[in-house]
């Protein structure tokens, strides 16, 4: 059974920094993407930023580059998302995910294993 547990949430002012860390347990899979994904309030989730088997970096969300960087250790079977110069749309629910395929979906459909997800608020 795999297990996904996001931490390192929190509240946060604007412009701070905040960083995801994103550990799993469990099966293991010939190729795989590990995606960070976020929901805000009456919104749907949307793809946030993955890497591919290859260490490929894609982002789903234009404001976010430059200020976000997603890396990943295998060896450690983490996945962290460096945040930095938060603003008040950052706030959501981040959610760590991972894919059978080799590259990120920006489909939350396609991820199979999911973390419950944890608050990132920024405060003006």
């Known amino acids: 059974q795999v297990r996904v547990q996001e931490s390192g949430g929190g509240l946060v002012q604007t412009g701070g920094s905040l960083k995801l860390v994103c550990i799993w347990t469990?099966?293991?899979?010939?190729?795989?993407?590990l995606s960070w994904l976020r929901q805000a309030p009456g919104k749907e989730r949307e793809f946030v930023a993955g890497i591919g088997c290859w260490g490929d970096t894609v982002f789903g969300v234009d404001a976010v580059k430059g200020r976000f960087t997603v890396s990943r250790v295998d060896a450690e079977d983490t996945i962290t998302l460096q945040m930095n110069s938060l603003q008040s749309e950052d706030t959501a629910v981040y959610y760590c995910?991972?894919?059978?395929?080799?590259?990120?979906?920006?489909?939350?459909?396609?991820?199979?294993?999911w973390g419950q997800g944890i608050q990132v608020t920024v405060s003006s």
């Open positions: 469990g099966a293991r899979f010939g190729h795989y993407a």
């Open positions: 995910a991972i894919t059978p395929n080799c590259s990120p979906s920006r489909f939350a459909r396609d991820y199979i294993h």
